[in-house]
């Protein structure tokens, strides 16, 4: 079966796929997107209730909750943020400044953070998560919550 395109013109779309992510516009269309359903979405959040970690292990995974909990620091209930997942409101803060940061960028063409490297704010964005679970899960155990 032939390929609907040549091994060139994948590239040259390939090309057109990379600078639309690396566009500043489009990361700000799309973090602002992401503001707009957290504030958008019930208080009580979001709950799809499937978790294989917690199916397998029967204790909840690093992710559990971490949704609830930013959707809390987004109407305000910083208490019910922090008991659903620790770095929730961590995460929150993240998403916030990288929305300032991006319009900072557009509009005055200078980041708000300079040149931050995006592996070391994954690695940062991953240590507060399992971190937060961890610390979470340490609480728990020793009945403080």
Same mark, same amino acid.
């Given at each position: 079966m032939p390929f609907l395109c040549k091994r060139g013109d994948l590239a040259v779309y390939w090309g057109i796929a990379q600078r639309i992510l690396a566009s500043r516009k489009f990361q700000l269309v799309v973090i602002s997107a992401i503001f707009g359903?957290?504030?958008?979405?019930?208080?009580?959040?979001?709950?799809?209730?499937?978790?294989l970690h917690r199916k397998i292990f029967g204790? &909840?995974?690093?992710?559990?909750? $971490? !949704?609830?909990?930013?959707? *809390?620091?987004?109407? @305000?209930?910083?208490l019910a943020a922090l008991r659903l997942h620790l770095g929730?409101?961590?995460?929150?803060?993240?998403?916030?400044?990288?929305?300032?940061?991006?319009?900072?960028l557009i509009f005055f063409t200078r980041p708000l953070f300079g040149n931050v490297h995006r592996w070391?704010? &994954?690695?940062?964005?991953?240590? $507060? !998560?399992?971190?937060?679970? *961890?610390?979470?899960? @340490?609480?728990?155990?020793?009945?403080?919550?």
């Open positions: 359903v957290v504030f958008l979405a019930p208080e009580q959040g979001i709950s799809i209730g499937i978790c204790i &909840s995974c690093p992710g559990c909750g $971490i !949704t609830r909990s930013i959707i *809390a620091v987004a109407h @305000g209930h910083f929730g409101p961590l995460v929150f803060l993240y998403f916030a400044l990288l929305l300032l940061d991006r319009i900072m070391s704010v &994954s690695a940062v964005l991953l240590s $507060i !998560t399992i971190g937060g679970w *961890a610390l979470g899960l @340490g609480l728990r155990l020793f009945g403080v919550s």
